[in-house]
């Protein structure tokens, strides 16, 4: 149990349409990276945010976009979804001392499916 | 930019057996490696962590030597067990690239009993 969690658990879509997945990030963490895992692949990095910041971002277009709120927590929103999005998407939680990132903390992730 | 790159699965093991799965990566600078395992239809646990050459990572079994001169995190147990079934990622983070990390494709571990 890490004390991060993500809703919903599962998700299905249409193409063309809107999502926004959600992150709680565990208690005293300051920043939140979002990974998509595609099926029998690695996480790629979307984006990381600290302190309500984006702080990074990885190879995806503009249409995936987050934000960070006061508590920390996080939101994932994806519009004009395609068919590739379908994935699991997972949150990562970590807290940052001077220039290091503690390790992160992963939710159980959202799985997306786009028909 | 930074790269990970793990051996193919699946690995399929008996148990009581030897495992290794190899780990090589690519970074400037002095990045901190980690092995994480999925279990089947679970988030990323992490498993164990290195953050600096020669150190050795530990965790229920499960070792892991950071090795700079071969740009290398292989990771080992010497008894495996049907319940260390899952699969198993090899990442990077820092170096003198982003905080994030940086996952190779993983390996899929199959024990049988």
């Known amino acids: 149990e890490t004390g991060v969690t993500q809703s919903p658990t599962h998700l299905i879509k249409t193409r063309g349409q809107q999502v926004t997945l959600r992150c709680s990030s565990q208690?005293?963490?300051?920043?939140v990276s979002w990974y998509q895992q595609a099926l029998g692949q690695g996480p790629q990095f979307i984006f990381q945010?600290?302190?309500?910041?984006?702080?990074g971002r990885g190879n995806f277009p503009p249409r995936f976009s987050g934000l960070q709120f006061p508590n920390y927590s996080s939101e994932l929103n994806v519009n004009a979804l395609e068919l590739d999005d379908s994935a699991l998407y997972l949150c990562?939680?970590?807290?940052?001392?001077?220039?290091?990132?503690?390790?992160?903390?992963f939710g159980q992730g959202t799985r997306l499916t786009v028909v | 930019g930074n790269s990970v790159t793990q051996m193919e699965g699946p690995v399929t093991l008996s148990e009581e057996a030897f495992l290794t799965i190899n780990c090589t990566y690519t970074?400037?600078?002095?990045?901190?490696l980690f092995w994480y395992v999925q279990y089947p239809g679970e988030g990323l646990q992490l498993l164990l962590k290195?953050?600096?050459?020669?150190d050795k990572g530990s965790n229920k079994g499960f070792e892991a030597t950071y090795r700079k001169e071969t740009t290398s995190f292989h990771l080992e147990k010497g008894s495996v067990q049907v319940s260390d079934s899952a699969v198993y990622f090899c990442?990077?983070?820092?170096?003198?690239?982003?905080?994030?990390?940086?996952f190779g494709s993983g390996t899929r571990l199959q024990v049988q009993p």
């Open positions: 970074a400037t600078g002095y990045p901190s």
């Open positions: 945010y600290y302190r309500e910041e984006e702080n």
């Open positions: 290195a953050t600096k050459a020669d």
């Open positions: 208690s005293g963490h300051n920043t």
């Open positions: 990562a939680s970590s807290s940052r001392d001077r220039d290091m990132n503690t390790e992160a903390f």
């Open positions: 990442a990077l983070s820092g170096g003198t690239g982003r905080r994030a990390l940086t």
